[in-house]
């Protein structure tokens, strides 16, 4: 029983994360009805900032050798600065490898490539900058905060609550913009109809561009928790959570907010189940239900039917 | 004489190499409910597309209160006063009637005036109040078309332009409709009024364009559109010489 309880939150926290990644996708995805293939960097990014802000040190490869900032930010606030960060190069991403072809009248498909061609970019000057090492954030980075906590008899790791909740709120407050708030049904409009969206006056560009902050600052968040849970693993790291974020995506339906959640605590959960002993076919195991599912539903377990889209 | 509210000057249209409107000249004054007339793909939606700014002008000018607005984005026309009612409805299928109406007010910041519009709307199609909360997506074609009205409405603009708003209703539903566009004109809207209806149009004129293959080939207040033998045989399904009666 305690056993359970602990591999449910476990699956829970790591579901989470990746429902914050999926949810950057989605709504990106819902404006532009592309993929935005730059979002796992942006995650990784968002790890190595927050490493950073704490005041951890670069190692001994890469330009910036040595590096520590003279300061270290409490976690929380290094955490949400990396979100911003993450954002902002969100942007910058969006104004390089969307905006242009979105001038040209170009078939949005081509932003694929633009985009993926941005991640690629980054994460090699990731790797020109700090090298290829991974790096670990430091256990006493929560402060005060036990390393495990103890719960009905079985022990979390407080990492992983800690996670579950940043996770939780961040999902919640981003459903209640996007379905309670004029800006985020402004938003819902430019994803239903850009035409009319305009016609309406909605200023389509912002919406995209605020679709492109929230984004990156939600894969930022996301990529700070994990190097805080597990580590970063060098800057690649991303390209794991960028496929299972996707896989995430599809299986909760293009497009849901709350399939995307749905998803995320799915794979997550589903992942939390395989045996320690078996733990190399964690993603056999999501990747496998995803196709299962797939199978039964193609348009994702929230998703609207093709039909009704075109 | 003061100049116009709108004034199309020998605009021109292309898509590509295709040529949509050859240079026409249309003029709407204050108050005054314009119908323009004509066939499928005479140029009728590319025309109010291009005073949206939806497409650019590739020639000639559109003026507004007689000051150029060719070059302006389509956030900037409907911030001027220009609501553009799409042909098709285009209402936001997933969003409720009272979200898709509030949308429509998107500009806005004066909250009574959108309160007291809000009520104006649902005065003139009581069928919307009643529909207020469901799916937009769920309403029948000609509450729609209602709802599609309403919502550019709800930008208080000074100029309403409608591409087809009695496309594929029901011919209860098109007086409905035309009847509540006269209500706004006597009221004091300026209207631009698109239609292949011609005699439902005109009946609620005061003048009117007909275009033709991306040229004005007739204008004149309505009644003489009406009364025009050629007109009539091309738009009103009479043949041509036949006695109106």
């Not at chain 1, 996707?246 to 939390?272: D, H, K, R, T």
């Not at chain 2, 291009?50 to 497409?55: D, F, H, K, R």
């Not at chain 2, 292949?196 to 004129?205: D, F, M, V």
Request: aromatic share 6%; net charge positive.
């Amino acid at each position: 029983m305690d056993h359970l309880l602990q591999l449910l939150l476990n699956g829970l926290a790591v579901g989470a994360v990746y429902a914050l990644f999926a949810l950057g996708y989605t709504l990106v995805f819902s404006v532009l009805g592309v993929i935005n293939f730059a979002h796992g960097a942006l995650f990784t990014l968002g790890a190595y900032f927050t490493y950073l802000l704490i005041g951890g040190a670069v190692g001994a490869n890469g330009l910036i050798a040595g590096l520590q900032l003279p300061f270290a930010l409490p976690f929380w606030l290094a955490l949400l600065l990396a979100g911003v960060g993450a954002a902002a190069v969100a942007l910058v991403v969006e104004r390089i490898a969307f905006r242009p072809l979105r001038a040209r009248g170009s078939d949005p498909l081509l932003a694929l490539i633009t985009s993926l061609g941005a991640g690629v970019i980054l994460v090699n000057l990731i790797q020109l900058l700090v090298g290829a090492e991974s790096y670990s954030i430091p256990v006493g980075t929560l402060g005060s905060l036990p390393v495990a906590l103890s719960i009905a008899g079985a022990k979390v790791r407080t990492v992983q609550l800690l996670l579950l909740a940043i996770a939780g709120v961040l999902l919640l407050a981003l459903t209640i913009w996007i379905d309670g708030s004029r800006s985020g049904k402004a938003l819902q409009a430019v994803s239903e109809d850009p035409v009319t969206a305009q016609l309406l006056g909605i200023n389509s560009g912002r919406m995209i561009q605020i679709a492109f902050g929230i984004s990156g600052f939600l894969a930022g968040m996301a990529g700070g928790l994990v190097g805080l849970s597990v580590s970063i693993a060098g800057p690649y790291f991303g390209i794991g959570y960028g496929l299972k974020g996707l896989g995430v995506l599809v299986l909760g339906g293009l497009g849901s907010v709350p399939g995307a959640v749905l998803g995320g605590l799915i794979i997550g959960l589903a992942e939390a189940c395989v045996p320690a002993d078996f733990s190399g076919y964690k993603d056999a195991v999501a990747f496998g239900f995803l196709f299962l599912v797939l199978l039964i539903r193609p348009q994702g377990l929230l998703g609207r039917p093709l039909a009704e889209k075109v | 004489m003061s100049a116009p509210l709108l004034e199309l000057r020998q605009l021109v249209v292309r898509y590509g190499s295709i040529t949509a409107l050859h240079g026409i000249n249309i003029t709407v004054q204050a108050g005054e409910l314009v119908a323009l007339l004509g066939a499928n793909g005479a140029g009728k939606s590319t025309t109010l597309r291009a005073i949206s700014a939806l497409i650019p002008a590739a020639a000639g000018d559109v003026l507004w209160h007689g000051g150029s607005i060719a070059r302006l984005n389509t956030e900037r026309t409907v911030k001027l006063g220009i609501s553009h009612c799409p042909e098709g409805r285009r209402v936001l299928a997933r969003q409720s009637v009272a979200d898709n109406l509030a949308l429509g007010a998107w500009l806005r910041r004066d909250r009574a005036g959108i309160a007291a519009d809000l009520e104006r709307c649902y005065g003139l199609f009581p069928r919307l109040a009643e529909r207020r909360s469901q799916l937009a997506g769920s309403l029948s074609g000609g509450e729609q078309q209602m709802l599609a009205i309403a919502r550019s409405l709800m930008a208080k603009p000074t100029l309403l332009m409608l591409d087809e708003p009695s496309l594929g209703l029901a011919p209860k539903l098109v007086a409905e409709v035309m009847a509540a566009l006269a209500q706004l004109h006597r009221d004091g809207l300026t209207i631009l009024l698109v239609e292949q209806n011609a005699q439902a149009a005109l009946a609620i004129a005061d003048r009117g364009y007909v275009l033709e293959a991306g040229a004005i080939s007739t204008s004149g207040n309505a009644a003489e559109l009406l009364a025009n033998p050629s007109l009539r045989a091309a738009y009103l399904g009479e043949a041509e010489g036949a006695k109106p009666n």
